[in-house]
């Protein structure tokens, strides 16, 4: 359900690296092309001393080093910084959401609240705004990941937010959900007659999806050595891919009939047993290897001690329900992999009977690729015949359909995903927001196989920096007779 747009944005953690990588590239962006709305104030804090013109001119820094060249304009930067403020605030310390207030100003007009921060904070965060009358009916919150760590520190998070917020004024980000591609999904499902009747476990053999890295830890260590790739990519982003790649026709194109199917994909996840672990799922660290042609260390070096932290996974599930019984969702991800990628493959089941086989042609089954980066385009493989006389045979060759998104929309504004994002937080609109009971899922379906894991005592098989992962990931699959498209 719609809300009203908001006259104000406060921005926790503004002078963090997101802070400046993304969000405030986005808000100029959306400021430039005068999407913002008229009037609205952007005010960051953080802990360091700012006050406004200080911040402004951080701010264009950051704008300067990580806006395209193409988007620069000097006039609109400036325009753009108007709108920024700043108040220095520890946010672990009530006494200081007093003057954050003041700097505040009226806010009877609607305020978005970006929490950027550390997820220990979010407690401390809640009861200082409580505190200081910044919860009100008028206030949306915006939470970036992680949330929590297991089922039970999410609801704990879940729990302490929903003391001020209600669940229609949360906003969940997961940012794979603002990607142009990732949206193309329900557009390529419900907007085209020609894959329903086949999306389902009559028409499909088996889906993969694969999240790769050629990036190490890229001054994350901390967090990456307590999170793990499990926790860090399956969790969250390849969960919610499963979920709008499985999910059944919504009845209409909102918040709450898009997320009810989704929830009920994640809670139809079949949980990985202790004793199924082992079969089911492939665990691996990063050893040292070449990586496009550079030399790169393994990953106990790049942390600096030894760890049994996973920067790979692998895994075969299955969603047990009517659509897609039968047919196993291979997931993979991984650091320090052959090429960055991220894509989703569609395997089409054969046709039942080949005509052309006494005649020499070899026929492959189809399939669909979703490309989501680094490069966007939907990719369908088809059986075409090559030229020729048939002298030595009917021959059949795999040839791809191709739609581009760069190049059918090249002349159309490429939006990143916190630019979509942050513009539904302004104007209220939850439909790309992630609903508690689809977190609570995801974990759920993710501790069974820590648990899993844990029974076990599966330690990370090392694989090369630059390979695929270590070479049970492709027995995963062999043994089914799939291959990773690769």
């Known amino acids: 359900m719609m809300q009203q747009p908001v006259g104000k944005l406060l921005l926790f953690g503004a002078t963090g690296d997101l802070a400046q990588r993304m969000l405030l590239p986005s808000l100029y962006a959306l400021h430039a092309d005068g999407l913002l709305p008229d009037g609205l104030t952007i005010t960051g804090t953080a802990r360091s001393e700012y006050d406004d013109e200080g911040y402004r001119a951080f701010a264009a820094k ?22 920024v403020h700043y108040q220095t605030l ?41 505190s200081a009358g910044l919860a009100g009916e008028n206030v949306r919150i915006s939470l970036e990941k992680p ?55 009559r028409g499909i053999d088996s889906v993969q999806i694969t999240v790769s890295e050629t990036v190490g830890l890229e001054g994350r260590a901390g967090f990456y050595e307590d999170t793990g790739a499990l926790r ?18 919504p009845a209409r194109f ?22 199924e672990a082992p079969n089911l799922t492939v665990v691996g660290q990063y050893g040292g290897g070449a990586v496009k042609g550079q030399i790169v260390r ?11 932290t996973e920067t790979f996974v692998a895994i075969k599930a299955h969603v047990d329900n009517w659509r897609w019984q039968g047919v196993p969702f291979y997931l993979r991800t991984g650091k ?5 990628r991220s894509e989703i493959v569609i395997q089409f089941k054969p046709v039942p009977h080949s005509i052309f086989a006494e005649r020499g042609g070899m026929l492959q089954p189809n399939a669909l690729v979703i490309r989501l980066q680094p490069e966007e385009y939907v990719q369908l493989l088809v059986m075409a015949k090559q030229p020729g006389l048939d002298r030595e045979g009917y021959r059949l060759r795999e040839v791809p359909l191709n739609l581009s998104l760069d190049a059918e929309f090249a002349g159309t504004t490429r939006r990143i995903a916190y630019e979509r994002l942050l513009l539904d937080l302004i104007e209220g609109d939850p439909t790309l927001f992630v609903r508690r009971d689809e977190v609570e899922a995801q974990w759920e ?17 090392p694989y090369a920096s630059g390979s695929w992962g270590p070479s049970l990931s492709i027995a995963l699959t062999e043994r089914d007779g799939v291959h990773w498209h690769e």
């Open 62 to 83: 950051a704008l300067d080093q990580f806006l395209p060249v193409d988007r620069k304009d000097d006039s609109a930067v400036a325009s753009f910084l108007q709108r």
């Open 90 to 130: 520890d946010a672990s310390q009530t006494e200081g959401y007093g003057a954050l207030k003041e700097k505040l100003g009226d806010i009877s007009g609607g305020l978005a609240i970006f929490l950027s921060t550390a997820p220990w904070l979010f407690g401390p965060t809640i009861k200082g705004l409580e």
């Open 147 to 201: 949330l929590g760590r297991d089922l039970a520190s999410s609801r704990e998070i879940n729990d302490i937010v929903a003391e001020a917020f209600p669940e229609e004024r949360t906003f969940r980000i997961d940012h794979y959900l603002g990607k142009e591609t990732v949206q193309n999904i329900l557009a390529l499902r419900f907007g085209n007659s020609l894959f329903e009747p086949v999306w389902n476990a």
């Open 232 to 249: 860090d990519m399956v969790q969250n982003h390849m969960l919610q891919l499963v979920a709008l790649i499985a999910m059944e026709p």
């Open 254 to 275: 909102d918040g709450t009939s898009i997320r009810d199917e989704k929830v009920k994909v994640l809670r139809s996840l079949r949980k990985i047993t202790p004793a």
């Open 298 to 308: 393994d990953y106990a070096t790049d942390l600096g001690k030894d760890s049994r």
């Open 336 to 340: 320090r992999l052959a090429e960055r």
């Open 445 to 461: 379906w993710i501790d069974a196989i820590r648990a899993g894991w844990d029974a076990n005592d599966l330690k990370p098989k």
